[in-house]
């Protein structure tokens, strides 16, 4: 059974920073790009930030520069670093594992993250 479980969301002031989890079980974890994704109010899913099974990342505009995403292949882990938060980062933040090869794709339930002061 595969499973994806986000931790580390919640209430965050704007300028403050918040590290996002996400352990992966029943996948073999190095052939999977990894991502997270998010979905604000009243907005579609968009892409935030992935990195492939031999570390290419890629960033989406809006949080270029203030988050950091990482993966331990030893703890079948990804990692989204978000800092400078702002208020437009209000979203359900969504793991996501996709195989580099064959069409499988796996979310988590989302965690949520609300930037307000």
């Known amino acids: 059974q595969v499973q994806l479980v986000e931790s580390g969301g919640g209430l965050v002031q704007p300028g403050g920073s918040l590290r996002l989890s996400c352990a992966a079980s029943?996948?073999?974890?190095?052939?999977?790009?990894m991502g997270w994704y998010r979905q604000g109010p009243g907005k579609e899913r968009e892409s935030v930030a992935t990195v492939n099974n031999v570390g290419i990342i890629n960033y989406g505009d809006s949080v270029k520069g203030r988050f950091t995403i990482s993966r331990d292949n030893a703890q079948n882990t990804i990692y989204l670093q978000m800092n400078s938060l702002e208020p437009e980062d209000t979203a359900v933040y969504y793991c996501n594992a996709r195989h580099t090869i064959f069409t499988l794709n796996y979310w988590g339930q989302g965690t949520q993250v609300t930037v307000s002061s």
């Open positions: 029943g996948i073999t974890f190095s052939s999977f790009t």
